[in-house]
């Protein structure tokens, strides 16, 4: 069983910076066995993809709207993952998620929402113009 939660979301004007956290509580699994990844919803748009990292951390990838502004790590000490997001645009606004990988010690990473399993509750982004 795993449980996420995700903070660090708000309100923001255009060009600044967040930074979003997943904790996670796991059982059953090993935090720094899974990747993990980061999604994102905007009112009226299909779920996407964000950022993802593997589990060892050696390898992250990103979508191409955000590439050289977030960045994805983890602390598998402390179970959990982080994105920090620059450069923010008002097209950054959504309800973001971390999600945890279903594949241990997957080589590659996953930008399928089909992969993860297990989902946070989402935090709230909201950038101004």
């Known amino acids: 069983q795993v449980q996420l939660v995700e903070s660090g979301g708000g309100l923001v004007q255009a060009g600044g910076s967040l930074r979003l956290s997943c904790a996670a509580s796991?059982?059953?699994?090993?935090?720094?066995?899974?990747?993990m990844g980061w999604f994102r919803q905007a009112p009226g748009k299909e779920r996407e993809f964000v950022a993802g990292i593997t589990w060892d951390g050696r390898s992250t990838y990103y979508a191409a709207t955000v590439k050289d502004r977030f960045t994805i790590s983890r602390d598998n000490a402390k179970l959990t993952v982080y994105l920090q997001m620059n450069s923010l645009k008002p097209e950054d606004t959504a309800v973001y998620y971390c999600a945890y990988d279903s594949r241990p010690f997957a080589n590659t990473g996953s930008t399928s929402a089909s992969t993860y399993d297990y989902w946070g509750q989402g935090t709230q982004v909201t950038v101004s113009s």
């Open positions: 796991v059982s059953g699994r090993t935090f720094d066995s899974y990747a």
